[in-house]
């Protein structure tokens, strides 16, 4: 069965970077569209990023353009968030998941998306 977990994440100051992996075990990944969802304290999951399967499209919420970077190596069986010039703001739960529909579309609606990591904290020190 396959399963997604998390690793990258921990406490930055403001105007930092990190990066974010999200590696799958048991089963390969690359059929799949990948996506990065995040939760800050109080509200509701946030779309982040989404990736097609062959990494070819790519899709960022509007207000994180510039900033972040998604990718995947579909070899390594995992992707990427390349997170830069952090702001407190972006403090949250940032979880991968898999969009296991097999189509070429990428989406950021989180209801497709059928596999999920147990996410991992980001927090952005002012």
Known sequence: ???????????????????????ASGRTLSNYAMGWFRQAP???PEF??????????TDYADSLKGRFTIS?????????????????????????AADRRGWLEITRDPS?????????????SS
């Open 42 to 44: 109080g509200k509701g």
């Open 72 to 96: 995947r190596d579909n070899a390594k069986n995992t992707v990427y968030l390349q997170m830069n010039s952090l702001k407190p703001e972006d403090t949250g739960i940032y979880c991968c």
């Open 112 to 124: 497709v998306y059928d596999l999920w990591g147990q996410g991992i904290q980001v927090t952005v």
């Open 48 to 57: 982040v990023a989404a990736i097609s399967s062959s990494g070819g499209i």
């Open 1 to 23: 069965q396959v399963q997604l977990v998390e690793s990258g994440g921990g406490l930055v100051q403001a105007g930092g970077s990190l990066r974010l992996s999200c590696a």
